[in-house]
């Protein structure tokens, strides 16, 4: 009886060591395919950051451009109102 039970305990035991080595093996395939995802997804995301900071890069001198025109016409039309005032007056 003592040998029925080692015999079946052994057979089980190269079940469950056939088992773990199955699913460690499947654990590692999905570790790889994983990592390979995830670098083309931070590739993708940097890419598209690039491309984003780009575009707000261009957006910033656009609007740096518009803000220097509005502050000179801003400040000429005093400039020419006390100009005028000053040379009407001073006749």
Do not use: C
Request: glycine residues 10%; hydrophobic residues 45%.
């Amino acid at each position: 009886m003592h040998d029925e039970v080692v015999g079946g305990w052994d057979e089980y035991r190269r079940l469950v060591i056939s088992e773990l080595e199955r699913l460690h093996a499947s654990q590692a395939e999905t570790n790889t395919k994983l990592d390979e995802i995830r670098g083309d997804f931070s590739r993708a995301i940097g890419a598209l950051k690039d491309e984003q900071i780009a575009k707000i890069w261009s957006e910033i001198a656009v609007l740096k451009f518009k803000s220097g025109l509005w502050g000179a016409v801003s400040g000429a039309i005093p400039g020419f109102i006390i100009a005028g005032v000053v040379f009407f007056t001073h006749k």
